[in-house]
């Protein structure tokens, strides 16, 4: 009754808190017209996509690249032995817990969605080249490397390593607005240009989220049509996303510790287990070989392909702003809410460990996990009988959450397999809207690591509203549109966040290299003037 009693008083305190007040208008207006307008609405979402790919898709390709070789340049200096917490503290989770949290809230539902259809879309439409030849084999999972390799999780470790940074060694409250301390001042991260800047991560997050979500409805839907016939469509997408959510509320009541650390560690084991199988039992030498080979080819081709815009249109026409473009915004739309929760379970670790762990293994098994899903998929498409490929590809192409399916329908026991498919989507969709609960809770809660439950109730409820409209105003390209209305902005965030950070740490090393520059200098000093009386002496 207590605990009770004191949720629902720091919840009446929270509603006096700007950020929740303008971030809640601007969402249920969103809601609001998205429900009224459907038509209109998605009308409108399609013109500003096709706008903002046009005239700002070169800026998403420069920001996400300056992210990569920075967070490239804090791991490898010795701005990397920084602790993200006391000089002495041990990290909060271990590592195993740690990765398994950090994965299923960062990539979980989108590889599942776009582990097979993304690199058989690259193999029937490449970005240059021919399509379906052993080249475009090459290159359907060079750019699906690519696209989930190290540029999406250097964004986040941006958000990550600077709200972790400003937290947890400067004693600022974990807001978005924290992190620009340098340049607002500590008054200014709580002032007008500090709720605009939360505001602008809570609304990004909820299309970032939103994104992810609807993929995985998509997805669930398409495997339930294909178990059971039922047609994948509004109807059946509005049930999911209402079942789901509530799972995912259920989910929060309980708790990081419990709900979003225990359904983690379940999913990761039940998608490796996954793997595992359709590695053993598939094309077992292809997949070792295709990984070998693709991992050379993204390293080799990697400066190219992050700056690659194609201006003079040598590429497959519109190719960039549907793949990397989408890719990057998304993931830039995602860095608020993945970044604030990845600094949330990040207490303790060095800057260097941090972005190790944040960056390279996750890499590493998407790469993995791509070869061994989509590799299964590009041997059964390019050396298979036409009747299967064919089915594969006419599956992608008809609607992309078929993809994953149509793979596993060429393995014994298919129904078992996509059931278990289905499980992992859905467990994944529960972990990303309770995390996301957690975080939008905290930005709009003045930072409170554990906002209260019933203010992540509403954020967990408008995150599965958000999902509903987007689905209903255009499906899959309504989602890609909300990627990049809510990535842009905050990528300038990002640059701004990006400088302070660098500023505030170069500070702090000065601060620590004073005491001994002073030493060097007093035993300097020492020995001239021991040697000047020496002299003396003589």
């Known amino acids: 009754m207590r605990r009770m009693q004191k949720g629902l008083t720091e919840f009446s305190e929270t509603l006096k808190t700007p950020t929740l007040l303008v971030s809640l208008f601007l969402a249920l207006l969103f809601v609001l017209a998205g429900t009224v307008y459907t038509e209109i609405f998605g009308e409108y979402m399609s013109s500003v996509f096709a706008w903002m790919v046009s005239n700002l898709g070169w800026s998403f390709m420069l920001g996400a690249s300056i992210f990569l070789f920075m967070t490239l340049f804090l791991m490898l200096s010795p701005i990397g032995e920084v602790k993200l917490g006391g000089d002495y503290e041990k990290p909060a989770y271990s590592n195993l817990s740690w990765f398994a949290m950090l994965f299923s809230c960062g990539m979980g539902i989108g ?10 879309w690259h193999y029937i439409w490449p970005p240059y080249g021919d399509a379906k030849t052993s080249e475009a084999v090459y290159t359907a999972m060079r750019y699906s490397f690519f696209h989930w390799g190290f540029h999406p999780w250097a964004i986040y470790s941006v958000v990550a390593g600077s709200l972790a940074y400003f937290s947890y060694r400067k004693g600022l409250p974990m807001m978005l607005s924290s992190t620009l301390e340098p340049i607002l001042g500590q ?53 999911i996303i209402f079942v789901v959510t509530v799972l995912a509320i259920m ?29 053993v039992l598939g094309p077992t030498l292809f997949i070792l070989e ?12 990697l400066l190219q392909m992050s700056f690659g815009t194609d201006p003079a249109g040598t590429g497959a026409e519109g ?26 379970i990040s207490r303790g670790r060095t800057i260097r460990s941090f972005i190790f762990g944040v960056m390279l293994a996750p890499t590493l098994v998407g790469m993995i996990w791509f070869s061994v899903f989509g590799g299964t998929a590009l041997y059964i498409e390019h050396f298979g009988p036409a009747e299967i490929a064919a ?17 596993l329908n060429n393995f014994p026991f298919s129904g078992l397999l996509i059931a278990v498919a289905m499980f992992s989507v859905a467990i994944f969709f529960i972990t990303s ?20 439950l019933p203010l992540r109730i509403i954020w967990g409820s408008l995150e599965g509203a958000f999902a509903a409209v987007l689905l209903l105003a255009g499906g899959l390209e309504a989602l890609q549109t909300a990627s990049i209305i809510g990535g842009f902005p905050f990528m300038v965030i990002m640059l701004l966040m990006l400088y302070c950070l660098l500023k505030a740490l170069r500070m702090e090393l000065q601060e620590e290299s004073l005491p001994i520059e002073r030493a060097r200098l007093r035993a300097t000093m020492k020995e001239i003037r021991e040697k000047a009386d020496t002299e003396d002496e003589k």
């Open 319 to 344: 190719w960039g702003g549907a793949w990397t473009v989408f890719y990057w915004a998304w993931w830039i739309a995602w860095a608020p809410f993945v970044g604030t929760f990845i600094a949330r």
């Open 433 to 452: 809207s309770d995390s996301g609960t957690y975080v939008i809770g905290m930005l709009t809660s003045q930072g409170n690591p554990n906002p209260p």
């Open 290 to 301: 295709i990984f070998t080979t693709s991992v050379g080819g993204y390293l080799q081709n």
């Open 111 to 120: 590889l599942l969605f776009w582990g097979v259809s993304e690199p058989i």
């Open 391 to 407: 089915g594969i590809a006419t599956a992608v192409e008809t609607d992309s959450a078929l993809g994953f399916f149509s793979m």
């Open 251 to 279: 989910s929060t009541a309980s708790g990081i510790d419990r709900g979003i650390k225990w359904l983690s560690q379940i999913n990761l084991t039940v998608a490796a287990l996954l793997m595992l199988l359709i590695f």
């Open 187 to 239: 008054d200014g991260i709580n002032g007008k240009w500090g709720i605009t800047v939360n505001t602008i991560g809570v609304l990004a997050t909820l299309f970032g989220i939103a994104t992810t979500l609807g993929l995985g409805v998509m997805q669930i839907g398409a495997g339930l049509e294909e178990l059971f016939g039922y047609v994948s469509g509004p109807d059946l997408w509005l049930a």
